[in-house]
């Protein structure tokens, strides 16, 4: 073996048997992972907000999906979005105001966040429904810009947790 490995592997192993090193506070696991105190993210990220899983099984049954890939798992707030590292959206509420389907195989439901369907960014908040096979997840956002969406009235509140992925 080299003597550069032998040096990288020896800084290693001290660096992991040091103390705190990717250990939070108090923890005696030395594979717990340490999470940061802050809430920033790093860039090239996807935020926004994912569903409980207990309501997104009572929204599947409440509205079917219309294709075999099931998604109907977040909220994007800001995806690729370069430099910087933005904070993460605080806790939310929700609530379908629509659904749009491209005949082809994507459907997406179009909610309201804190009031309002726009998303900061341009485009409308939605949460990708059901996709056919080939269809991609981001194409929900063309689908709704060139077909626009049919009008729900429902006021189930939907929770959200902001989310990082």
């Excluded at 990717?22 to 999470?35: I, K, L, N, S, V």
């Excluded at 309201?112 to 981001?138: C, D, F, M, N, Q």
Aim: aromatic share 8%.
């Amino acid at each position: 073996m080299r003597s550069g490995a032998r040096q990288f592997r020896s800084w290693h192993r001290q660096r992991l048997d040091s103390p705190g090193f990717g250990r939070q506070e108090g923890a005696h696991d030395p594979f717990t992972r340490y999470e940061p105190p802050h809430r920033r993210v790093a860039s090239l990220m996807t935020i926004g907000w994912k569903l409980h899983p207990e309501e997104r099984e009572v929204l599947l049954a409440k509205f079917p999906p219309a294709y075999d890939n099931v998604v109907a798992d977040h909220v994007t707030l800001q995806s690729d979005h370069g430099a910087g590292t933005p904070e993460l959206p605080p806790p939310a509420h929700a609530r379908i105001i629509g659904c749009a389907d491209d005949g082809s195989g994507c459907q997406a439901m179009v909610v309201e966040v804190a009031g309002s369907s726009a998303r900061p960014t341009g485009g409308t908040y939605h949460i990708t429904w059901s996709l056919g096979e080939g269809r991609r997840a981001r194409e929900s956002n063309d689908v709704i810009a060139t077909h626009g969406f049919a009008a729900i009235d429902d006021d189930t509140r939907i929770t959200l947790d902001p989310r990082a992925w």
